[in-house]
């Protein structure tokens, strides 16, 4: 049971990641540019963290490793999942984000040698159909159209790719490295690939408030939460818990920016959470080759 409450705890903190980037955005910084700032700033939590606890060191043949996944997961990620928004729309891009199970169930299988469960494959089933639900919901009833593109669509394939590769890289170096030690290395890695694309504007002390906060609850704290988490859970079963974090994001644009949901959203919400609680009724202990792993 606390694998799955710290899994659920990082969700909610990324379910607050649109909170925070609206009001960032309303002060005039460009999303590429609240990107970086987010692992820069979260670089510096993580580096202090790993300082006072004297887990800054990794051995130099896990360097590589440890920089790719900054390169894989905070700048193909970032950047893959904006040109998905810019190409295919958001609806369209958040879907495709959210085959980050299907991605995670398999990749399981074939890396970690997990067990794929009947339970695991309803699970991921449900939070998939669930999100399209959400994110297409309202523009299904408003009679609208979908965007697509072919670059759109890669894009945002690309983004749930990348994203799904947090859970099977966290569960391959967990055995080895403490959560600071990973993000002292990949974080500014990601951070320093962005900056060729990023347009710096000046910023406001509430500006750069908000961006300290960003950092430090979706990044800092979010990733602290889900890496705990997943030492005690298998990689398919935390990907379908972190999977409430788009249930977080509609109940507080709805208290905080009036926005809401069709039904198909409702029905969406529901879907997923009962696929969250499918998972714990299903019981929270790590399948016989994730526990060698770690």
């Known amino acids: 049971m606390a694998g799955f409450l710290y899994v659920l705890a990082a969700a909610f903190m990324w379910g607050l990641i649109g909170v925070f980037t609206k009001y960032i955005l309303a002060e005039g910084i460009t999303a590429l540019e609240i990107a970086f700032w987010r692992a820069a700033l979260a670089w510096v939590m993580f580096l202090i963290h790993a300082a006072i606890k004297r887990q800054v060191k990794a051995r130099p043949k896990d360097v590589p490793a440890l920089l790719g996944f900054g390169f894989i997961c905070v700048t193909l990620f970032y950047g893959s999942y904006q040109l998905a928004i810019r190409d295919a729309g958001m609806a369209m891009a958040a879907v495709l984000l959210y085959t980050a199970p299907a991605w995670v169930a398999v990749m399981s299988w074939w890396v970690l040698k997990e067990t794929m469960t009947l339970t695991k494959t309803v699970c991921v089933a449900m939070t998939i159909l669930g999100v399209a639900c959400i994110s297409l919901g309202p523009k299904l009833l408003s009679g609208g159209t979908i965007p697509l593109s072919t670059f759109g669509l890669a894009a945002g394939l690309v983004a749930g790719f990348t994203y799904a590769l947090y859970y099977i890289f966290g569960k391959k170096f967990l055995h080895k490295y403490p959560t600071p030690t990973i993000f002292v290395y990949a974080l500014p890695t990601g951070a320093l690939l962005l900056l060729p694309f990023v347009d710096f504007h000046p910023k406001s002390a ?72 499918l998972v714990v009724l299903a019981g929270d202990r790590p399948s016989r080759a994730a526990g060698e792993e770690t």
């Open 206 to 277: 509430y500006a750069w408030t908000m961006l300290f906060s960003l950092a430090a609850v979706t990044s800092y704290g979010a990733f602290s939460a889900y890496y705990a988490g997943l030492k005690q859970l298998d990689a398919t079963r935390a990907s379908v818990i972190a999977t409430f974090e788009p249930v977080v994001a509609a109940v507080f644009a709805y208290l905080l920016f009036g926005e809401q949901f069709s039904v198909p959203g409702y029905v969406g919400s529901c879907l997923v959470i009962a696929a969250v609680f």
